[in-house]
């Protein structure tokens, strides 16, 4: 059975959408860098571990990352899902979890990296906008997506509502992913390339909510 950690910082509702799933595999523990983060008050519910490592206390992004790196083998995972982690990882970090690390971004990559999405893509005038589950590498935002929740923008649509109404996506997709690779469904190669059903996939696998 996979193990799986899942990194938080905040209100964790992706964490609860993980662990409300059913996942075949397991979520051993959740770290998070902040020790009011509401996620952690979620896992306990729950019965999963819980560590608080918070970044302050060190004085290098390295020193910070090599304390959550020795968590994570100390629980033998095989899974890193980054929920709401609002820290920049160490290119150390992310090279030692390659084709083994997630992270789910507000928008449909590789449109809108970085922050703000809702309002960027309302300045913009975009009809479409959405989420993405992704491999994470070293560049922001950029590993290979893996699925896609889309949804169509309202004439009345606004941040908080499009903040909302993503949300609802998040939870949708996030847990499908993580269980496409618990399952075998998403494998994840050595030379890079990610199968899905044996084959490579080309464009992340999309749920459309209009
Ligand atoms: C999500 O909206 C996700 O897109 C972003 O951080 C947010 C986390 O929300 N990466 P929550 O803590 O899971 O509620």
Redesign the pocket.
């Known amino acids: 059975m996979i193990k799986i950690a899942v990194l938080?910082s905040?209100?964790?509702?992706?964490?609860q959408a993980l662990m409300d799933a059913n996942l075949s595999g397991e979520i051993v523990g959740v770290i998070s860098n902040k020790p009011e983060a509401y996620?952690l008050e979620r896992a306990k519910k729950a019965n999963i571990k819980t560590v608080v490592i918070e970044h302050k206390h060190y004085p290098t992004r390295e020193a910070f990352d090599a304390v959550m790196h020795q968590q994570l083998l100390d629980w033998d995972i095989d899974l890193v899902v980054?929920?709401?982690f609002m820290r920049i990882l160490s290119a150390e970090f992310v090279h030692n979890w390659e084709g083994k690390m997630l992270?789910?971004?507000?928008s449909l990559l590789p449109h809108y990296k970085g922050m703000h999405t809702h309002q960027r893509v309302l300045n913009t005038g975009d009809t479409l906008h959405g989420?993405t589950v992704h491999y994470v590498t070293a560049e922001l935002d950029a590993g290979q997506s893996l699925t896609q929740g889309v949804l169509r923008v309202g004439l009345h649509d606004t941040v908080d509502s499009l903040?909302d109404r993503?949300?609802t996506l998040?939870h949708l997709i996030y847990p499908q992913a993580v269980e496409w690779i618990c399952n075998g469904t998403i494998r994840y190669l050595k030379n890079g390339q990610v199968l899905y059903k044996g084959q490579q996939l080309e464009q992340p696998i999309q749920f459309c909510k209009f």
Not at 103 to 106: F, K, L, S, W
């Open positions: 938080v905040g209100n964790g509702s992706n964490l996620a980054l929920a709401g992270n789910i971004h507000p989420c903040a993503i949300h998040e």
